[in-house]
């Protein structure tokens, strides 16, 4: 068994679908003791109690109450997230700040929370599921492009910030990926692009990747397990892409 993290405390946001439940397994897996952060009260019940964790049932769009939060995890994956496909004429501008506030203030907001006890310790890995979206751009998704890119900077500055204090702070940049964020999204994709919705996959989502195929939860989460670990020490301020060779173009 590989107990590579035994003695950590991880807190992962988003925990209870996707790629935030993989993350959670992966790091509970290899030692650590997870709190699955999560709007789905019942979905973070579930997944704690197979992991031998705690749930954290919270809303990130309470951003005001994250501003008094102190967080005492080594390990914090920040997660969360949500997609609106609209061009920007017809994108309604509450659903940008909302975007924007889930996956760029509320990031912010836990660091900022985790950081005393990580500087205390002199250990912490700030992880940051961005997006190839980090690095790149598509139609239609201007509050999440722009939230990712916000993410990519926020995180190397924690870098810089953590880097003689024992934190790490690094992105993960997935193309897309089999989760619900994914097929949720094929419909709006197939009206947008004037496509039937079968052809969305080959036609929208992987024309850019030299891989065809989505990326598994399970393959970001490993990544993220080995972030986490003491082997990726000087593994900070980058951007790690898993995206089939999308952002070698
Ligand atoms: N799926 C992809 O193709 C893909 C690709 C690149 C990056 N990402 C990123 O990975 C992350 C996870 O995406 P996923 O595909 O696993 O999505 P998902 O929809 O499967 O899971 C997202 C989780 O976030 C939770 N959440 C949503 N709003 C919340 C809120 N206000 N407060 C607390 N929790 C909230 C949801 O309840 C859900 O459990 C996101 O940041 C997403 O941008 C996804």
Known sequence: MDNSLN??????????????????????????????????????????????????????????????LSLDCDILINNAGIQKVAPIEEFEPAEFRRILALMLEAPFLLIRAALPHMYANGFGRIINISSVHGLRASAYKSAYVSAKHGLEGLSKVTALEGGERGVTSNCINPGYVRTPLVERQIADQARLHGIPEAEVLAKVMLTESAVKRLVEPEEVASLAAWMASDDAGMVTGASYTMDGGWSAR
């Open 7 to 68: 003695g950590r405390k991880a807190l992962v946001t988003g925990g209870a679908s996707g790629i935030g439940a993989a993350c959670a397994r992966a790091l509970a897996a290899r030692g650590a003791k997870v709190v699955v952060a999560d709007v789905d009260a019942s979905g973070a019940a579930a997944l704690a109690d197979e992991l031998g964790g705690t749930a954290w049932t919270v809303d990130l769009l309470d951003t005001e109450a994250l501003g008094a």
